[in-house]
């Protein structure tokens, strides 16, 4: 995800916020709004310039498009009263740069004295309809999580922040097993601030056994020079010690100094044997 200014978005944390992470969280207060539908229940919808501003944000304003597939006038009459009561359906694709692309039908309904006050009324009405039930396809951020129970304009994030916020606890909420511990050390991974460490007893063990593999796999990795210069090491020592010659050679010459300060004449053997000649 990218900023008006082009930087990345980060979230509290300073890490990188992906499409389909800010997709997953839910619409703002700021781009909902409320109705009262069939048997006066209140319904919470995300307004048309709502879902054309998010598609924009997280697409970019030439990353998709939308294009009308069929319209229908299905009502067109006047009441008692002398105004025009007309009604339109609609089916709208919305398509991304990379051809991915979802389609919904919409309808709408225009009342008006004026005819064609009312026929442009209905029919706007019906496109912007199928064209927003077409973008929530693509994540709860454009309208899809308003058709959860007890999700409404009320219970909507203030901002990006608390979106993100509201995401990573339900997330949190839904993991199982290791998936806690790896998650966390996925997001330890990507947070640029180093000095971050796990907080629960199962993320440290897990730091530890990911710590441990590392250094095993730098073990394995030099090897090669590990082993080489144990064999230096070696060759050097042994070439240290002082040979059997050497210590026969250094015996004999002590030998012959302390001969020498005796005044005995001693033949001493050779180190070499001799060969009789007959």
């Known amino acids: 995800m990218r900023n008006h200014d082009g930087t990345e978005m980060r979230d509290a944390r300073r890490r990188i916020v992906y499409k389909s992470q800010f997709l997953s969280t839910h619409p703002l207060r700021t781009d909902c709004k409320e109705r009262v539908g069939y048997g006066g229940k209140k319904f919470t919808y995300v307004s048309g310039d709502g879902v054309i501003r998010t598609m ?21 009459e006047k009441d008692e009263r002398g105004r025009w009561h007309v009604g339109y359906l609609a089916t709208v694709r919305v398509t991304l740069l990379n051809g ?27 496109i912007t309809d199928a064209m927003k039930r077409a973008a929530r396809h693509f994540g709860e951020r454009l309208g899809n ?4 129970k007890g999700n409404s304009v009320r219970t909507a994030p203030r901002t990006n922040k608390d979106a993100l916020l509201v995401l990573e606890r339900n997330d949190n909420l839904s993991l199982f097993g290791d998936q806690a511990a790896l998650r966390n050390a996925h997001l330890q991974s990507q947070s640029p601030d180093k000095t971050l460490r796990p907080t629960t007893t199962k993320n440290v063990a897990t730091a530890a056994v990911t710590t441990h593999t590392h250094h095993n796999a730098a073990q394995k990795e030099n090897w090669p020079q590990n082993l080489a210069g144990h064999t230096a090491a070696a060759s050097t020592s042994l070439n240290n010690r002082p040979s059997r010659n050497s210590v026969g050679n250094a015996e004999q010459h002590k030998f012959a100094s302390s001969s020498s300060s005796t005044g005995s004449s001693i033949a001493m053997p050779s180190p070499i044997a001799s060969t009789a000649v007959h």
């Open 56 to 76: 924009n944000d997280i697409f970019g304003h030439g990353g998709w498009s939308s294009k009308i597939v069929m319209e229908r006038n299905i009502l067109s």
């Open 100 to 126: 991915v692309s979802h389609e919904d039908c919409g309808s709408g309904e225009g009342i008006n004295d004026n005819k064609l006050k009312a026929h442009e009324k209905a029919i706007k009405s019906a």
């Open 145 to 148: 999580a308003l058709y959860v």
